[in-house]
């Protein structure tokens, strides 16, 4: 699993009886004679940020469309082994969400994907609407078969403004200055960046951003494409042996591997000035504004985009992360027609997008800067870093799909743990991809 959406255990915990309630509220006027190849099935991840943003949606589009729709949620796991054979199937979603790239290609190979090709030529402007590094995401072969029905998903640099003050240092702007970070932050006794190492794709992050900054986006595009020797490209070992030189000068600190992401760990340790970096997704705000509040308004957390590698080829404004999550059509639906609109001309909905801002997201469409907030607040800083269509790499362990992404981050924790040497991690990720 990539790091999508992981706020949702904690805003779970804390929107679970607004949720009902919406929903409860929607039940009454979304009434539609809801059997397959009657309504719309809508099929998504329970997500409580985006659920209640789905549905409302889905009210819109029922009260004005002769073929009403119906949404049905399914747990993480649950929803990727189910939606493997109900693409297949009659009974299957006609709406379906994805995570785009790998994950959503090889639905498109296997011919279970509606293209989008017609709807969007018949109406233009939805395209030209989103920005094009995020729209990229749900295109194979130059053809669109999804739109992005989340906020953008980019990661950032975290940090804690006072233990920065305190120590009388600035954020880095260069992998040199992280290491220097590292020995002083070590010598004040703080941990110099707060890693959740139970799990994987926390990790991920860094050799993500650092083969990145290093040899540029397209050494992890020669991997996605199966390229021989694409793993056993220099830039890709120098990246793996920075992820083991940032281990052995303890910028993680001594017990990283027992820290977990799902319950905060690593975010209560950057709040609480017990670390003084962490990397992570976009979502860290808001997980950051629900557990830890008063680090948020009292003005302490801080970002910056990742800061570039001396002697790297990669653009230092290119982005690692999850661009978006996408909803797509089946190929075959009985209702295919009314499938298509729905996701053409609700993702792009003014009320659709209105409704991701309100709870906090960043919508991956153009223009919308004057709607969030501040200038100087996190969602602008968001909006900003992507809306400069710089080179946007989704998260790797997405990109290749699931049984890929499970062994990169099983192996990528033994490279962290010092358990598994640059060359034997590319040979086992060879073997499995």
């Not at 379906?96 to 509606?114: D, I, Y």
């Not at 992570?280 to 990742?306: C, I, P, R, T």
Request: hydrophobic share 45%; aromatic share 10%; proline share 5%.
């Amino acid at each position: 699993m990539g790091y999508r959406k992981r706020f949702s255990t904690i805003v779970g915990i804390l929107s679970v009886l607004a949720l009902s309630a919406t929903l409860a509220a929607c039940g009454a006027d979304d009434a539609v004679d809801d059997g397959p190849g009657k309504s719309v099935q809508v099929w998504s991840l329970y997500d409580p940020s985006n659920v209640p943003i789905v549905q409302r949606g889905i009210v819109r589009f029922n009260a004005d469309s002769g073929t009403g729709a119906r949404l049905t949620t399914y747990e993480n796991d649950a929803y990727k082994s189910k939606l493997q054979t109900a693409l297949g199937s009659p009974d299957g979603p006609d709406v379906f969400f994805n995570w785009g790239g790998g994950n959503l290609a090889q639905f498109v190979k296997a011919g279970r994907v509606h293209p989008l090709t017609d709807a969007l030529k018949a109406q233009p402007d939805v395209a030209k609407s989103f920005l094009p590094s995020v729209l990229a995401l749900g295109q194979l072969d130059g053809v669109q078969y999804g739109l992005p029905m989340s906020g953008i998903q980019p990661v950032v640099l975290f940090y804690n403004k006072k233990v920065f003050k305190d120590a009388h240092v600035d954020p880095p702007t260069s992998y040199q200055d992280i290491l220097d970070l590292v020995e002083v932050f070590k010598a004040r006794g703080v941990t110099p960046v707060a890693l959740a190492g139970g799990q994987g794709w926390t990790e991920l992050m860094w050799l993500e951003y650092l083969l990145d900054r290093i040899g540029g986006a397209s050494m992890f595009a020669n991997i996605a494409a199966g390229k021989p020797g694409a793993w056993r490209a220099a830039p890709v070992k120098a990246a793996l042996g920075r992820c083991l030189e940032l281990v052995k000068a303890g910028a993680f600190g001594r017990n990283f591997a027992t820290v977990n992401y799902d319950n905060l760990g690593a975010s209560k340790l950057l709040a609480t000035g017990k670390a003084a970096m962490h990397l992570m997704g976009s979502f860290e705000y808001v997980n950051q504004v629900a557990a830890n509040k008063s680090f948020v308004s009292g003005g302490d957390l801080g970002w910056v985009s990742f800061p570039m590698v001396a002697g790297g080829t990669g653009d230092p404004g290119a982005l690692v992360g999850n661009p978006s999550n996408f909803f797509a059509v089946r190929e075959g639906s009985p209702v295919l027609d009314a499938a298509t609109r729905f996701v053409v001309e609700t993702m792009s909905s003014d009320a659709y997008i209105d409704e991701l801002i309100k709870a906090g997201q960043v919508p991956a469409v153009k223009g919308v800067a004057p709607k969030l907030g501040a200038k100087e607040g996190f969602a602008n800083f968001t909006y900003q870093l992507v809306s400069q269509g710089k080179p946007f790499t989704q998260s790797w362990d997405q990109a290749l799909g699931p049984v890929v992404g499970a062994a990169l981050n099983a192996n990528l924790q033994k490279v962290f743990q010092q358990q598994m040497s640059v060359d034997e991690f590319i040979a086992a990720m060879e073997a499995v991809h």
